[in-house]
């Protein structure tokens, strides 16, 4: 991959940038550029959210794609925001086994995998217990 | 709008097949459908053809021209159609659309993929393409992952639980071994899934569909010109396609399918037919909590119920609502842009009354459920005997 590509996405996966529709109000991460409910009258602006979220499911990963392999076992969680989106998320600083829906977490800045060995390094959200 | 009918179809054998290439594969599948069609190829109007990724699997787009070319069939059209795994299905319904309008009499309708020519890591990373690349790959999300996370949640709200999920992988083997184009004709117990090694969990290596080389084809014509082919002409009743976010964490429930539901009123309401009405269905069972989310959506049984249904034998062939008769992704195999069509050619071969040792017997209505991703994209088609 070419570095613009991690270039663009770092205000949205280093300060968890969305965007706020300015017509209803909803909170979108991963930003949207249309807001799927306002459509045209919709007006979408930057938000930052504040990274706290509670588990809404979760999962054990013991067979790890390319470049994730040196982080396996690793648990994966499906995280509803307190603003309302929900993401996935790797969970960090955490014993696997321990994870049970419901749990609250906050998301932590993290170093995510390199693009090969001479590419860059990118990083992004992981989410630990609270 | 003219009604479309099946009239011949066709599959290579599913499996690892190390010695077949891409375009023999293609070929000898239209083959075996031309020829139970009793048709001549001059006589072919347009080709579609649903493929997820020839370009990662086997290093080769622009496949319309490949196949149009290999068959022999130049000038004819063919058009390439791609909704991850449910590009086969996408290729039937847009076969059957181009009949349906009076363009084409007799077009062929295609699904194919070649995924052992690159390593499994190669395979994985390719199939994990169809998932969002930036929110969900980017975390180190596969797609077991994703159905793992659906798993869970399904647990957690149903109490469905791992030997439910234990039991599809085992009734889908069970099934397998009466398909001879099935990449696994060999029975497994709920054990054998249980102690399999964790891919993300609860799923395990048993509750996920291998990689998978094949092809299938089938050939529609308008109904009332089938006849002069087929003395069984299988109606395509209805189609219904509906997409959802390509992220499953957008969706409002991870415990069902949106995009199948409405596939389905559609597929149901085209046909003028229910739940109620099919007498076995070809569902997606990529992983085993799809096929228990499938029989929910597509309502064989009330939310929430698709483990006990499972459990009770209820869509084992001779049950109340046979599930996956050839064996289905997990046990048939899952080459994922032809499995749509082999959907398709199972519920034919049922239909018609030729399925042999695992034929569902005087079943006149079936259904198929194709799901691209984690569900984004998802064709429904009902089919019935045309007689």
Known sequence: MAVPRFWREIPNRYNLIGTKCGNCNKVFFPPRYICPGCRRIGKLEPYKLNGKGKIISFTITHVAPNGFEDQAPYALAIIELDEGPCLTAQLTDCDPNQVKIGDRVEMAFRRMGQDGEDGAIYYGYKARLV | ?387
């Open chain 2, 1 to 387: 709008m003219r009604k479309v009918a099946i009239i011949g179809v066709g599959l290579t054998k599913f499996g690892e097949l190390w010695d077949v290439s891409f375009r023999r594969m293609i070929t000898e599948a239209g083959a075996r459908a031309i020829e139970d069609a009793g048709i001549d190829g001059k006589q072919i109007g347009a080709m579609y053809v649903g493929n997820m990724s020839a370009g990662q699997f086997v290093r080769q787009e622009h496949i319309a021209s490949l196949i149009a070319d290999q068959a022999g069939l130049t000038p004819i059209p063919c058009t390439r159609v791609e909704a991850a795994c449910a590009s086969g299905g996408l290729a039937l319904r847009q076969a059957m659309i181009s009949v349906a309008s009076g363009i084409h009499d007799i077009v062929v309708a295609a699904g194919i993929e070649k995924m052992t020519d690159v390593l499994t890591e190669q395979t994985t990373e390719a199939l994990a393409t169809a998932a969002d690349q930036e929110w969900e790959a980017f975390v180190g999300t596969t797609f077991p992952g994703l159905y793992a996370l659906m798993a869970r949640r399904h647990m957690y709200e149903f109490g469905t639980t791992e030997e439910q999920l234990a039991k599809v992988a085992v009734k889908n083997h069970h099934n397998a071994c009466f398909n001879p184009c099935a990449q696994y004709q060999m029975e497994i117990t709920v054990e054998d899934v249980l102690n399999s090694s964790p891919v993300n969990t609860p799923l395990k290596l048993l509750d996920c569909s291998p990689i998978t080389d094949g092809a299938a084809c089938v050939i529609l014509a308008p109904a009332d010109k089938a006849r002069e082919f087929t003395d069984t002409p299988i109606l395509i009743a209805g189609t219904g396609q509906a997409s959802d976010t390509i992220s499953l964490h957008d969706r409002p429930t991870l415990t069902g399918l949106a995009a199948a539901k409405k596939a389905a009123e559609l597929a149901y309401d085209m046909a003028g037919v229910g739940p109620n009405d099919i007498d076995l269905a070809e569902v997606h069972d990529c992983f085993t909590i799809a096929e228990i989310m499938a029989i929910e959506d597509l309502g064989f049984c009330k939310k929430g119920d698709g483990g006990k249904v499972t459990e009770q034998g209820e869509t084992a062939i001779g049950g109340r609502i046979p599930i996956n008769t050839s064996g289905g992704l997990k046990g048939k195999g899952h080459p994922v842009g032809a499995t749509g069509i082999a959907q398709a050619v199972e519920i034919t071969q049922q239909l018609r009354g030729e399925a042999g040792k695992r034929q569902v017997n005087g079943a006149e209505i079936g259904l198929t459920h194709n799901v691209g991703g984690s569900g984004g994209t998802v064709v429904v088609h009902v089919l019935r005997r045309g007689d």
